[in-house]
C-alpha cells in the first residue's frame, strides 16, 4: 500500500508488461529494469512480489551477497551464470541486497576483485533479454555506482507512508480482528514517520492485547505505551511525549489534531474514561492555558 503517486507509477510499469505487443507495434518495449530503493520495512520486496503476480511472472529472487566468494573470479562467474539462467526464461530476477555487490567501483576501502564485480554486473544488466525483468531492491541508494544507476530505466523510492497509507495498512493487518476505527486512526497517527512493518508490528501487539484482554484490563492507550517502551527508537519522540505525559495533553491533541479530530466521546472510548470526565480534563487543561495566555498578554 502506497500514496496514489507512487501506486500510478507502478501500475504503469504493470501496464507497459501487460501490453507488450501494442508497445512494439510502435517500436517500443516495456522496461526491463528497475532499482527499488528505500528505508528498511517501506515494503519493497512485497511490491516486488505483488508486481510477479500482477504479470503472472514467475520469480527467481536472489540475495547477492549470497553470490559473493572470497575465491577470486569466482562471485563474476557466478553472476555470470545467474543471468544465463535468468535469460533462459520469462521471468522476473529479483536482486535483494542489491547494494552487496553494487558498490562504488572508486572506493578506496574496496580492492580490484570488488571492482571487476561490477563490471560483470553491468554488463550483465546491459545484456538482460527482454523477455524478462529484472528488479534491484536496496536499503542503501548512496552506496550503489554511478554506473548502477544508469543501467536501471525505472529508479523507484518507496516513502515512508503518509497517515491515510498508515491507516489502510493498520486496517489490512488487523484481520480477522476488528477494530474501531477510533483505534485504528490512533494506530495510523501514533506510527507517524513509521514503516509499513513497524506498523504491522503494532497491529501484532494490539491483537495480542485483544486476544488475552479481561474485562476491567487497560484498552488501547496502554497498548501503545506497552508497544512504545518496547521499542523505544522506533517510535515518534513528539509521539511518546504525549502518550507518557499529562493526559490532558494527550486528550487535546487527540481532540485538535486535524488527522483525528477525535470527538469527547471518541477520546473517552480509546482512553477508557466516560465522557463527562474527558471534558472536565479538557475544560481544566484549557483553561490552565487561557490564564498563561493572560499573564503573557499583561506583561
Same mark, same amino acid.
Given at each position: 500500500?502506497?500514496?496514489?503517486?507512487?501506486?500510478?507509477?507502478?501500475?504503469?510499469?504493470?501496464?507497459?508488461?501487460?501490453?507488450?505487443?501494442?508497445?512494439?507495434?510502435?517500436?517500443?518495449?516495456?522496461?526491463?529494469?528497475?532499482?527499488?530503493?528505500?528505508?528498511?520495512?517501506?515494503?519493497?520486496?512485497?511490491?516486488?512480489?505483488?508486481?510477479?503476480?500482477?504479470?503472472?511472472?514467475?520469480?527467481?529472487?536472489?540475495?547477492?551477497?549470497?553470490?559473493?566468494?572470497?575465491?577470486?573470479?569466482?562471485?563474476?562467474?557466478?553472476?555470470?551464470?545467474?543471468?544465463?539462467?535468468?535469460?533462459?526464461?520469462?521471468?522476473?530476477?529479483?536482486?535483494?541486497?542489491?547494494?552487496?555487490?553494487?558498490?562504488?567501483?572508486?572506493?578506496?576501502?574496496?580492492?580490484?576483485?570488488?571492482?571487476?564485480?561490477?563490471?560483470?554486473?553491468?554488463?550483465?544488466?546491459?545484456?538482460?533479454?527482454?523477455?524478462?525483468?529484472?528488479?534491484?531492491?536496496?536499503?542503501?541508494?548512496?552506496?550503489?555506482?554511478?554506473?548502477?544507476?544508469?543501467?536501471?530505466?525505472?529508479?523507484?523510492?518507496?516513502?515512508?507512508?503518509?497517515?491515510?497509507?498508515?491507516?489502510?495498512?493498520?486496517?489490512?493487518?488487523?484481520?480477522?480482528?476488528?477494530?474501531?476505527?477510533?483505534?485504528?486512526?490512533?494506530?495510523?497517527?501514533?506510527?507517524?514517520?513509521?514503516?509499513?512493518?513497524?506498523?504491522?508490528?503494532?497491529?501484532?501487539?494490539?491483537?495480542?492485547?485483544?486476544?488475552?484482554?479481561?474485562?476491567?484490563?487497560?484498552?488501547?492507550?496502554?497498548?501503545?505505551?506497552?508497544?512504545?517502551?518496547?521499542?523505544?527508537?522506533?517510535?515518534?519522540?513528539?509521539?511518546?511525549?504525549?502518550?507518557?505525559?499529562?493526559?490532558?495533553?494527550?486528550?487535546?491533541?487527540?481532540?485538535?489534531?486535524?488527522?483525528?479530530?477525535?470527538?469527547?466521546?471518541?477520546?473517552?472510548?480509546?482512553?477508557?474514561?466516560?465522557? #463527562?470526565?474527558? #471534558?472536565?480534563?479538557?475544560?481544566?487543561?484549557?483553561?490552565?492555558?487561557?490564564?498563561?495566555?493572560?499573564?503573557?498578554?499583561?506583561?
Amino acid at each position: 500500500m502506497f500514496n496514489s503517486r507512487v501506486a500510478t507509477a507502478i501500475q504503469t510499469i504493470v501496464d507497459e508488461w501487460a501490453n507488450v505487443e501494442a508497445l512494439t507495434d510502435v517500436g517500443l518495449e516495456p522496461a526491463k529494469t528497475c532499482l527499488i530503493f528505500g528505508e528498511p520495512g517501506t515494503g519493497k520486496t512485497r511490491l516486488a512480489l505483488w508486481m510477479a503476480r500482477e504479470l503472472d511472472m514467475p520469480v527467481v529472487l536472489v540475495r547477492l551477497d549470497g553470490l559473493v566468494s572470497s575465491f577470486l573470479g569466482t562471485t563474476a562467474r557466478n553472476i555470470g551464470n545467474l543471468f544465463t539462467f535468468a535469460n533462459r526464461h520469462r521471468c522476473i530476477l529479483l536482486l535483494d541486497e542489491f547494494d552487496a555487490i553494487a558498490k562504488l567501483r572508486d572506493d578506496p576501502q574496496e580492492v580490484g576483485e570488488i571492482k571487476r564485480v561490477v563490471n560483470a554486473l553491468l554488463q550483465n544488466l546491459d545484456a538482460r533479454r527482454s523477455i524478462g525483468f529484472t528488479i534491484g531492491i536496496t536499503n542503501h541508494p548512496r552506496l550503489l555506482d554511478p554506473a548502477v544507476w544508469r543501467r536501471f530505466e525505472v529508479q523507484l523510492e518507496i516513502p515512508k507512508p503518509d497517515f491515510d497509507v498508515r491507516l489502510e495498512i493498520a486496517r489490512h493487518f488487523m484481520t480477522p480482528v476488528t477494530a474501531p476505527d477510533t483505534h485504528l486512526k490512533l494506530i495510523a497517527w501514533f506510527t507517524e514517520d513509521g514503516t509499513g512493518a513497524e506498523i504491522e508490528a503494532l497491529v501484532r501487539t494490539y491483537k495480542k492485547a485483544e486476544a488475552v484482554r479481561r474485562e476491567r484490563q487497560p484498552g488501547l492507550l496502554h497498548t501503545l505505551q506497552q508497544f512504545a517502551t518496547l521499542n523505544s527508537a522506533r517510535v515518534n519522540a513528539e509521539r511518546r511525549s504525549h502518550l507518557f505525559g499529562d493526559p490532558s495533553m494527550l486528550f487535546r491533541v487527540m481532540r485538535d489534531d486535524p488527522e483525528l479530530c477525535f470527538s469527547l466521546a471518541d477520546i473517552g472510548e480509546v482512553a477508557g474514561k466516560d465522557k #463527562s470526565t474527558i #471534558s472536565r480534563t479538557l475544560g481544566r487543561r484549557d483553561a490552565r492555558e487561557g490564564e498563561k495566555e493572560g499573564v503573557a498578554a499583561d506583561g
